[in-house]
């Protein structure tokens, strides 16, 4: 079965300081890999996907994440957080047998000035 | 370029009554999925509805069916409303059924039963 752990509920860090949120996934065949955010009493926001290719991909508002085959992990990191980007963040994965996505509990992060 | 809408925004039910929710896909979009997410959950998928039928089905009863229309919005009716039944339902859409395909969230409808 197809499944997603992030195994931290929240993440505490200081505004201008890099900022990691992990994911890790457990899937039959290629992985097709997701990150969402949602912000308070809202819908989700699509940051970025992996599909193939280059391990580290880019997406909105400066993230980016790093995909890792042999760790079977897809980390979702920023360089310097800001405090807008407090919020709790989703990673997914498609389940390659009818395409529906894969969420994992959620990662709130918590940016304090 | 209009994202995915959904109506209503909130909503307050009784226990054994029936809700109907509406969706409006992205524009170019004609796949349409429903999630549930309770509170400090992640979400749910409930079904996907592509060409007017049903294609995947989640862990749901069948109090849960839903439909789309030639213009690909969709709706999720449920029946016989229970207090768990009680969340936030997200609809999403996207472009076929390709794995890589990105699948875009409307804002939600908040559902609260009592």
């Known amino acids: 079965a197809q499944s997603v752990a992030q195994p931290e509920d929240q993440v505490n860090v200081a505004e201008g300081n890099p900022l990691t949120v992990k994911c890790t996934y457990s899937?039959?065949?290629?992985?097709?890999l997701f990150w969402y955010v949602q912000y308070p009493n809202r819908g989700l926001q699509f940051l970025l996907k992996?599909?193939?290719?280059?391990?580290l991909v880019k997406g909105s508002y400066g993230f980016e994440a790093e995909f890792n085959k042999s760790q079977t992990s897809f980390h979702l990191k920023k360089p310097s957080a800001l405090v807008s980007d407090s919020a709790l963040y989703f990673c997914?994965?498609?389940?390659?047998?009818?395409?529906?996505?894969?969420f994992g509990q959620g990662t709130e992060l918590s940016v304090k000035p | 370029d209009a994202g995915v809408t959904q109506s209503p925004t909130h909503l307050i039910k009784t226990r054994g009554q029936q809700v109907t929710l509406r969706c409006s896909p992205k524009?170019?979009?004609?796949?349409v999925s429903w999630y549930q997410q309770a509170l400090g959950q992640g979400p749910q998928f409930i079904f996907q509805?592509?060409?007017?039928?049903?294609?995947q089905r989640g862990n749901f009863p069948d109090r849960f069916s839903g439909h789309q229309f030639p213009n690909y919005s969709s709706e999720l009716n449920v029946n016989a409303l229970l207090l768990g039944d009680s969340a936030l339902y997200l609809c999403?859409?996207?472009?076929?059924?390709?794995?890589?395909?990105?699948?875009?969230f409307g804002e939600g409808s908040w559902l609260t039963v009592v």
């Open positions: 999403a859409s996207s472009f076929g059924d390709r794995l890589g395909n990105t699948i875009y």
């Open positions: 992996y599909i193939t290719g280059d391990n």
């Open positions: 899937v039959s065949g290629n992985p097709y």
């Open positions: 997914a994965v498609r389940n390659n047998q009818g395409g529906k996505l894969i």
């Open positions: 509805y592509y060409e007017e039928e049903e294609r």
């Open positions: 524009s170019g979009h004609d796949t």
